[in-house]
C-alpha cells in the first residue's frame, strides 16, 4: 500500500479536556506517525477559508464558531494508506454511529464537537496540508 500523508486536526473540545496525548496515542498505536504538529487558534479567517467547502450548509456558522472556541492541534499523519486509515480510527461524523475504539466513539461529545478533523481524499489531503504547513515543517 502507498505511503500516504493526511491532515488531522483535534478540535476545540479536546484540547478542552486536555485529550491530545490520547488521540495521538490512538494514531500511533494504529502504526501512523505524526510527522508534523503544531497547537494554534484558528482565526474566523482561517476556519471559514479551511471549511468552505461547507460554506452553504446549516450548520456552518456554528461550526466555524466552534473551531474558534479553543486551541487546536494541526498534524500531518503519514503512513501506508493514511487518508483512509485516518478516517478508520476517527470513526463516523456522529460519535453515536462511530465504530467502538474510534477517537469520536471514545471522545466525541456531538456530531459537531466530535473531537477530530481528518481528510476525505488524498487530493484534499494535500490541499489542506499545504494550508497550514510549509515543506520544511514536515519530518518524515
Ligand atoms: P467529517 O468531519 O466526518 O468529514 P463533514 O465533512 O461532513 O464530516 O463535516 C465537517 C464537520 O462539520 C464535522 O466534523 C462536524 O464537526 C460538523 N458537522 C457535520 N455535520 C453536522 C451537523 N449535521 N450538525 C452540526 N455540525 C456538523
Ligand atoms: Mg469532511
Do not use: W
Amino acid at each position: 500500500m502507498p505511503v500516504e500523508q493526511t491532515l488531522s486536526i483535534i478540535k476545540p473540545d479536546a484540547t478542552r479536556r486536555n485529550l491530545t496525548g490520547k488521540i495521538n496515542a490512538l494514531f500511533e498505536d494504529a502504526g501512523l506517525k505524526i510527522v508534523a504538529q503544531r497547537r494554534i487558534r484558528l482565526t474566523k479567517e482561517m476556519a471559514e477559508k479551511f471549511y468552505e467547502v461547507h460554506a452553504e450548509r446549516s450548520f456552518f456558522d456554528d461550526l466555524c464558531n466552534f473551531m474558534i472556541s479553543g486551541p487546536v492541534v494541526v498534524q500531518v499523519l503519514e503512513g501506508e494508506n493514511a487518508v483512509a486509515q485516518n478516517r478508520q480510527i476517527m470513526g463516523a461524523t456522529n460519535p453515536a454511529n462511530a465504530d467502538a475504539g474510534t477517537v469520536r466513539k471514545l471522545f466525541g461529545e456531538s456530531i459537531e464537537c466530535n473531537s477530530v478533523h481528518g481528510s476525505d481524499s488524498l487530493e484534499n489531503a494535500k490541499t489542506e496540508i499545504e494550508f497550514f504547513f510549509a515543506k520544511m515543517d514536515i519530518v518524515g
